[in-house]
């Protein structure tokens, strides 16, 4: 469809990058109030109660997690290279770190389920407290959608080899993934170090 | 998109065309709208006929026949699921549909000069989704224990297993308002999306009808609040199918720690923007109404526009003045009241605008006119009964009395019924090419305007006596015996408001078949939507209009022959 100028305004065109960012940046903000009312609903009970970790563990097993915040951020910048090769015109390549995503983001969830077994064989359960409440609430919706986030990357990468021009989807994947790894890190800090 | 050839199913059901899927919204609001009407039917039975057996104009031979209390009695349980869905229904299931749903696909693409949504298979989904919430909101009907029964609020911990009603009608209950809500962000994000990027030529944010400013104003207090009832619902789910504890606190709690007034601040959060996202619709339709059956531009028309935006920011700041009893410290409660009765403000603002729009204009008392002005009526004593509500004093007082009921009934359910009704009367034409029968039209009005009016006063009148909001049995309270006949007036008048809305159903269908053909722009208006002949081509417009004048152009003096001209039309 050609857009057509008038001397005031300039008509968007269907389908274009910017509007599809408009309404990806629109769906994240909703994500974001979602961990914005859970988080302070967290802190909340955390200011309330006097000692949060009174179960079996007193603090996390750090070393795992540490890992695991390693492989989304590592996640996240092989999903940066990929689009930069995308620009510089390396398709190839730039496939090639789309699957390394896909695998880092697989890893991720591993090792996050390696996280829950560690904690539930020493008695640390969602019904414990309310900490393991807490924790396997937002560690389990952050996971959630990190599983949406490995198919959109896995139709990314059937999108790419079938189509030419994927500049979009590659943008609006980029967007949510990249979104998650920062969720990831505000559960981290907030939940598992502090 | 062109105007292709399309086989049923993608034409009717699966379609991704904007007005269709408005029209699918419009349906199931109306089918929900009649689902919760006869609800309130039963409450308002039981209220003034206590434990006794339904008439068979009730279906009194049909429900309740295995009632513990007796054959076709509607007994303390039975009455608290009727309460709560009610509420649900007629809030999430019959406003939303219809203002937002309905509303909001049918007119945002016509009226801003553009083809369809941004993203028609997101809009799509979004009404499958909705259809989906709704069949399993249905189904917890069947559940041997019942629907929930916690209130629209489902406060813990009568929503919460530990301590609460039991059964599965709250887990139902739950994952169908988690469905709808998530039907309602991707509305929110296709509205905010098409109105920002798709508005016609020459349409700029201050030559948008107040239609659409109200459709957007909803369409951001839903993209942002809708996600913090579903981080209530997501805990109250956890709570009850996986055993956390966040909601339950005191001796029946195992875990330390759990908090219910967790949940009301969550809810409140997301509760009082609600209550904006239901009317800022219909504040939007009745303003432009208004103009175009006086005759005349909108009075103030940025100034409507820009108060409506003040109350949206404001309105994500006052959720506290729903919970004043719960002992908030008195300097937050202070300034939650202060706040929230800053609200008066910008409402007054686009009251007196509203005003000034009638002052001196040529009124022609149409159907959806009558419909616009009786808006003015409920929503003025809605909004003035809200400041004693609002008013930390009074509200110690009048908190979870009839009082509450009958102002929130005359804010968020007349104002936003009669709205509805001014716009479905309004755009029927548009969106079936026929026109709704007049005489019965009125009849309709002057049964739903003076019983509704009757019921509602009345409400607060016995508030206002101490009648407690969801008592089962107010006989047995000795204080209200001298108000207790109220409670048969207004049971009678509400059953003439419901007969009342059977003509408007029977007025719905029959136009549709039988109606008188309905001319291209029947009431004279200049708003884009106007310009297109029924039935509207998948792609709406030939081509897409550039747009010169602003959305309410009236009896402009230098147009010769007729009072109107359109958006699109050079003076």
Not at chain 2, 47 to 76: K, R
Request: charged share 10%.
């Amino acid at each position: 469809m050609e857009t057509i100028i008038t001397n005031k305004f300039k008509r968007s065109v269907r389908g274009d990058s910017f509007t599809s960012t408009l309404g990806m940046i629109i769906v994240l903000s909703s994500i974001a109030m979602l961990f914005i009312a859970l988080l302070s609903a967290y802190g909340i009970l955390r200011v309330r109660s006097d000692i949060w970790m009174s179960g079996s563990i007193k603090s996390y097993p750090l070393t795992l997690s540490w890992i695991n915040t390693v492989v989304i951020l590592l996640s996240s910048f092989t999903f940066n290279k990929a689009s930069k090769l995308f620009e510089s015109n390396n398709n190839k390549k730039s496939l090639n770190f789309i699957s390394f995503t896909i695998i880092l983001g697989i890893c991720f969830l591993i090792l996050q389920t390696q996280l829950w077994l560690v904690l539930t064989n020493d008695g640390y359960s969602i019904t414990s407290h309310q900490a393991g409440a807490v924790f396997y609430m937002l560690s389990g919706l952050h996971g959630l959608h990190i599983i949406i986030g490995i198919f959109l990357l896995i139709w990314l990468n059937f999108y790419i080899r079938k189509y030419d021009d994927y500049f979009k989807q590659m943008k609006l994947t980029g967007m949510f993934w990249h979104f998650l790894t920062i969720i990831w890190l505000v559960i981290f800090i907030s939940v598992i170090i502090f | 998109m062109s105007n292709h050839e399309q086989s049923f199913m993608s034409k009717y059901i699966f379609s991704t065309d904007h007005k269709v899927i408005g029209k699918q919204f419009l349906w199931l609001g109306i089918f929900f709208l009649m689902f919760g009407g006869f609800m309130a039917m039963l409450i308002r039975w039981s209220l003034s006929h206590n434990m006794q057996p339904l008439p068979w104009w009730l279906l009194g031979d049909i429900l309740y026949q295995n009632s513990p209390v007796g054959v076709g009695i509607i007994g303390p349980d039975a009455y608290n699921q009727l309460f709560t869905m009610h509420g649900t229904i007629m809030i999430f299931w019959a406003i939303t549909p219809i203002l937002t749903g309905a509303f909001g696909n049918f007119l945002i693409p016509l009226q801003i000069g553009t083809e369809d949504m941004a993203f028609p298979k997101l809009n799509m989904l979004s009404f499958w989704t909705m259809f989906l919430a709704s069949i399993v909101l249905l189904a917890s009907y069947l559940l041997p224990t019942g629907t929930a029964a916690g209130g629209w609020t489902s406060y813990p911990p009568l929503s919460t297993p530990v301590g609460g009603i039991p059964g599965y009608g709250q887990v139902y209950w739950t994952l169908a308002l988690t469905l709808a809500g998530t039907a309602t962000l991707m509305g929110a994000v296709n509205y905010i999306t098409t109105i920002v990027r798709f508005r016609a030529p020459g349409m700029g944010y201050f030559k948008m009808p107040l239609s659409i400013w109200g459709l957007f104003l909803t369409s951001i207090l839903n993209a942002l609040f809708v996600p913090i009832i579903a981080a209530g619902l997501i805990v109250l789910l956890l709570d009850l199918v996986a055993g956390t504890q966040f909601l339950v606190a005191g001796q029946k709690a195992t875990i330390p720690g759990g908090d219910p007034l967790l949940y009301q601040h969550i809810f409140w959060i997301f509760g009082h923007p609600e209550v904006y996202i239901l009317i800022l619709p219909g504040w939007g339709v009745v303003s432009d109404l208004l103009s175009v059956f006086s005759r005349k531009p909108a009075f103030g028309y940025k100034m409507t526009a820009l108060s409506m935006c003040t109350i949206t920011a404001l309105s994500g700041l006052v959720w506290g003045h729903h919970m004043y009893t719960t002992g908030m410290s008195p300097l937050l409660g202070k300034a939650f009241m202060f706040l929230t009765l800053l609200i008066s403000i910008p409402s007054s603002i686009f009251f007196l605008n509203w005003l000034g729009t009638l002052w001196k204009g040529a009124i022609k008392l149409e159907v959806p006119m009558l419909f616009a002005l009786s808006v003015m009526w409920v929503f003025g004593l809605g909004g003035l009964t809200g400041l004693y509500n609002a008013t930390i004093t009074a509200d110690i007082y009048l908190h979870d009395t009839y009082f509450v009921v009958g102002h929130f009934h005359y804010t968020m359910a007349a104002s936003v019924l009669f709205g509805g009704f001014a716009g479905i009367y309004f755009w029927f034409p548009k969106m079936f090419g026929k026109r709704m029968n007049k005489k019965l039209g009125i009849i309709h009005f002057w049964m739903s305007f003076i019983p509704l009016n009757i019921v509602f006063f009345n409400m607060m009148v016995m508030g206002y006596a101490g009648h407690h909001r969801r008592i089962f049995d107010p006989s047995v309270f000795e204080f209200l015996k001298p108000v207790l006949q109220l409670n048969d007036l207004m049971t009678t008048f509400a059953f003439l408001l419901g007969i009342g809305q059977l003509i408007f159903a029977i007025n719905f269908v029959f136009s549709i078949i039988k109606g008188k053909k309905a001319e291209k722009n029947p009431w004279g208006a200049s708003t884009l939507e106007w310009t297109v002949d029924y039935p509207i081509p998948h792609g709406n417009f030939e081509s897409i209009p550039t747009v010169y004048n602003g959305p309410h152009e009236y009896s402009n003096p230098k147009v010769k022959n007729r009072d109107w001209i359109s958006q699109s039309e050079k003076i």
